[in-house]
C-alpha cells in the first residue's frame, strides 16, 4: 500500500551546527535502513527548498505513522501525507 | 532528470459519456507508452479523487512540457510540476 | 484501518430535480449498503453545508479508492481523504 | 451533539523534555477520563502529524468549549471545531 | 446556543429576475419567521457583497441544520457556521 | 454603524502567566466598559479558540479604531474587521 | 469615513459585445456622478485585470452599501471593503 | 506614476517600549516628508491592524524600492505593492 | 522600468477549435511584435500549464496595461503582475 | 534549461548588523560569479520586499539545486522554483 510524502524540515534557532550535524547523520541511517527494508521504495529533493517527496510501501496507516515518528528529525518537520491507489493506466 | 507532477482532470459538462469514454481509451494507450519508453516512471490515483501523481524521468524541461501536452486529456487538466534532484539520504 | 473523508456535493446545473432525487435514493442505498458492511464506520453532515464527514474502515488505499468511486454522486463530489492511526491516547 | 475537532499541537521552544512528557502524562489521564464520560466519542492520530481528529458529543457549545479548554495542552494547541448534524442517509 | 453563519449567495445565470425576485419574496418572509420566533437573533448585509452575517439561536446542530435548509435560496448559498459559547468578558 | 470583528489572542512567550492574568483583568475591566456604553453590542468565544467574534456599534471608522486599539490585549491581537450594513430581510 | 474597495469583474459567458458596451456606457456614467458629488474619492486600474482600487467617502456603512449596489455591473462585480482609519502619520 | 502599497508592521519581542517608540518619532517624519514631496499622495489605518493602505506617486520601480527602503521600520514591514493605471472612468 | 507577468489563459467553453486556433495565430503576431520593440524582454511557457511568464521593459505603469489589454486573448486571461526594481547584486 | 525562482530572504533576530552585513557581502560575490558563468541569467529586487526574482539556465534540476544550496544565505531563504519552457511565441 503505497504513501506518498511531503516533509518540510525547519531546524530551531537554538540548534547548534554540530546538532544538525548530528541530526543529519542519524537521519542519513535511518533513511537507508528504511529504503534497505523496502519501507520507503524513493526519497527525493524538491529543487530549492529544505524538503522532500517520499513515497511508503507500507501494511498499514499505524504502520506508517510509526515510520514517520521514527525520523530522527521527525520532530523538526512537517509532513502532509497523500494516500495512493493503483492507477487503471499504470502498467506496473 | 526527475519531476513531480499532479495532475487533476475536470471534464466540461458538454462532454457525453461515450466521448469521455473515448477520452479515457486514447489516454490509457498515451501513458501506457510513455511509460514503455522510461519517461514515465510511475503513476498513481490519489485516493478519492480524479487526480494523479506521476513521475517523469525527462532530459529537459522543454521535453516535459512536450510529453504533457501530448495527453489526449490535457485541455482538461490542471497540472503542478515540482523538479526534483537527487536527495543526499538516497540509497539509489 | 481507519480514514476520514470529507465530502462535497456540486450538482451541475442541468440536472433536473427529478434526477437529483434519484441520485438521493441511490446514494442513500449505496450508503446504507457499505454501513451495513461495516466499511462505513459512520457519516455525519456538516451543518449549513452539502457535504459530510465520514469515517471508513478499510483494508488498503485500493479497496477505499474502490468504494468512494462506486458512490452514485461520485462524479459531482470533491472528496479529500486523511488517514488516520491509533492514537496512544484512545482508549479504545 | 456531535462536533468533529481537529487539534493541531505546537510546544514553544522552551519546554524540555521532561516538562513535554509530563504534559503527555496529564493529556492521556485527561483524555481517558473524557472517553469513559462519553464526552469524547472517539480520538485518532493524523498520520505523520502531531495532530488528531476526535469526535465530541455533548449538551452544548459552552460544555464543548469547557472540555477543550481543560486539556492540559490546550494553551499549546490549535483547534478548529466542526458542528455535525445527523446525516440522511446514516443507518444509526 | 450561539452560531454565527456567513451566507454568500450565488444565482445560477439560467434564472430569470423574475425567478430571482420572487426567490427574494420568499426568503424575506421565511427569515422574517425565523427572526420573530427568535431562532435568527441577528442578520446584517456584508457591504458590498451579496452575503450577511446571522446569528442563530438553536437547541441543537440537527435544529440549526434543518432551519439553514430551510431558506428558499439554500440550494444557492455557501454557508459557513461557527459555534459561539459564552464570553467571560460577556455582561450579558 | 455596525461593525463584525474576529480576534485571535496570541501572547509572545515570555510573558509570565502573573502577567497574562493581569492581562485578563485589565481586559475584563475595558470589555465590560465598551459595553456598559453600548458601543460593544456583544462578544462570544470561538468554540476551541483563544479568539472572539464581536459586534461594535460606532459612530466612525476612526472611533473604531481608537476603542479597538484601546484593548489591554491589543498589541497580541490579530482583527478583522467586517463593515456591516442593514439587511433588508432584518426585521429590527 | 473612507473605504478602499476592490471591485474584480466578470461578465457572464451569455453576454453580447453589445451588452457589455451598454453596461460600460452606464458604469462610465454612474461612476462620473459619484466621484462628481465627492462620494468617489478615486479610482484606479489595477495593471492586467479587470479589476479596480477605489476610495469611498461616506457617512455610513448603509450608505456604502447603497452606492455600491447601484453600479450597473453591481450584480457582476465582486467587492472587497477596507475601513480606513486616519493615520497618525498622515499631514492631512 | 501610482502605486497602491499595503504595509504591515510586526515589531521583534526583544525590542523595548522606548525604542519602538523612537521607530515611530522617526517613521512620522519620514513619512512627512515623503508626503510633503508629493512622493507619498495618502496614508490611512486600516481599522483594527497595525497596518496601513498608502498611495505612492513616482516616476520608477526603482524610486519606489529606494523610497520603501527608506522607512525606519522597513526592516519590520511586510509590504505588498499594486501598480496602478488611469481608470477610463476616473474624472481626474 | 521591468514588469514580471504571470498570464493564465482559460478559453470559455463556446469557443470552437477554429476560433482558439485564430486566436492562436493573433496572439502570436502581437507577442512577436511586442518582442520586436523591445516592450516585451521574454516570454517563457511554465511547464505543464496553459500559462506564462513574462518581462515587460516599459515607461509606465499606464504603457504597460495598454499592452496587456491589446493581447488578443486577454478577455480570456488572469494576470498578475509584479513590479520589479534593480538588484543590488545584479551584474548587469 | 530555465527555471525561474523566487527567494524571500527572513534572517533569525539573533543575527547583528555585522553578521548580516557579512552575509550581504558573500552574497553578492556569489551572485556574481553566478551571473558571470552564464547560469543565473538574471535577479531583479521584488519591490518592496526582500526578496528577488531570478532566472537560471542549468544542465538539469541537480544543478539547479547545488547552486541553490551554495547561496550564503540559503539556510534564510525560502525559495520556490518554476521550470520554464519554451514558449511557441517567443521569437528568441
Same mark, same amino acid.
Given at each position: 500500500?503505497?504513501?506518498?510524502?511531503?516533509?518540510?524540515?525547519?531546524?530551531?534557532?537554538?540548534?547548534?551546527? =554540530?546538532?544538525?550535524?548530528? *541530526?543529519? &547523520?542519524?537521519?542519513?541511517?535511518?533513511?537507508?535502513? $528504511?529504503?534497505?527494508?523496502?519501507? !520507503?521504495?524513493?526519497?527525493?529533493?524538491?529543487?530549492?527548498?529544505? =524538503?522532500?517527496?517520499?513515497? *511508503?510501501? &507500507?501494511?498499514?496507516?499505524?504502520?506508517?505513522?510509526? $515510520?514517520?515518528?521514527?525520523?530522527? !528529525?521527525?520532530?523538526?518537520?512537517?509532513?502532509?501525507?497523500?494516500?495512493?491507489?493503483?492507477?487503471?493506466?499504470?502498467?506496473?
Amino acid at each position: 500500500m503505497l504513501f506518498l510524502a511531503r516533509m518540510d524540515v525547519t531546524f530551531p534557532t537554538h540548534l547548534t551546527e =554540530a546538532q544538525i550535524a548530528e *541530526f543529519q &547523520v542519524r537521519e542519513k541511517e535511518y533513511s537507508g535502513s $528504511l529504503q534497505r527494508s523496502g519501507k !520507503m521504495a524513493g526519497i527525493w529533493r524538491i529543487v530549492g527548498e529544505y =524538503a522532500n517527496h517520499s513515497l *511508503f510501501e &507500507v501494511e498499514s496507516n499505524d504502520e506508517l505513522h510509526q $515510520l514517520l515518528g521514527g525520523f530522527p !528529525m521527525y520532530p523538526y518537520m512537517k509532513i502532509k501525507v497523500t494516500p495512493l491507489a493503483k492507477h487503471p493506466n499504470s502498467i506496473r
